[in-house]
């Protein structure tokens, strides 16, 4: 049965499965200038969950164009198995992870807290403001930018997105975007593959908020049109630093 509403509290999504990634650090909290003196714990618990204003949407698959086999899983937490994939090489010494996977079966596993800063943007920039890890979440879909998504994922992620925001208010739909959105040139994922008119269809039937701009946005889109051949993979990102 898949799951369709989710809670956070303190940065865990209940029922889903938790896999820790070691690929994080904290976020930098804005240097507010009128800061209040008392209950700083709370504080800065508040201050965290106003500075996180953006949700970028991504894909990988391991190998590229194969599905829930575990090797995302042990590629988040470090432990990918070299010689099981030629291509496992070039990428077993990268340091990365996201807050959220969504599995082609529409399971959703967490590797770091998403009040923590996860190492999945890389050099991005959005709305004039760089490091986007530093004030983003990012959520894996299982796939490639040229198959589409399952059913089971948009369902899973609409639902997922819809607790991200009510947990952190400052989500708003004009601040869900893509990997290709903060990276362009760069990065192609989620790539043509995403139905993002279906995918908004989905969130604001669940929270009613307008969603106009991307609406127009992603009016060139074909929604029908999901081209299977040549299945592609996103290089993950290079190798974050911690500061
Ligand atoms: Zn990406």
Redesign the pocket.
């Known amino acids: 049965m898949l799951k369709t509403t989710y809670k956070i509290e303190n940065g865990l999504l209940s029922g889903c499965q938790w896999c820790p990634s070691p690929n994080y650090n904290a976020r930098p909290l804005p240097n507010y200038s009128a800061r209040p003196a008392s209950n700083e714990s709370s504080l800065n618990q508040d201050m965290l969950v106003t500075a996180i204003d953006l949700l ?1 949407i ?3 698959s391991l190998p590229p164009a194969q599905f829930e086999n575990g090797y995302i899983e042990a590629f988040f937490q470090n432990i990918l198995p070299v010689n099981d994939h030629p291509y496992f090489a070039e990428i077993a010494d990268l340091n990365v992870s996201a807050h959220l996977l969504v599995t082609r079966s529409g399971k959703v596993i967490q590797f770091v807290n998403l009040n923590e800063r996860a190492w ?2 890389g050099a991005s920039c959005f709305a004039g403001r760089v490091n986007c890890n530093d004030f983003s979440i ?1 959520i ?1 879909m299982e796939g490639t930018d040229h198959l589409a998504y399952t059913y089971q994922q948009y369902q899973a992620l609409a639902a997922v997105t819809s607790a991200i925001r009510v947990a952190y208010p400052a989500i708003s739909t004009s601040s869900i975007v893509g ?1 290709s959105d903060i ?1 362009p040139g760069r ?1 192609t ?2 790539g043509e593959s995403f139905n993002w008119p279906y995918f908004f269809q989905l969130i604001s039937a669940a929270d009613e908020t307008s969603c106009d701009d991307h609406h127009s946005r992603f009016n060139d889109l074909d929604l029908n049109e999901s081209a299977l051949n040549e299945p592609g993979l ?1 290089l ?2 290079a190798k974050e630093q911690q500061v």
């Open positions: 970028v991504h894909n990988i999945h943007a990012g894996e990997h990276a990065k994922d989620p996103n993950p990102d």
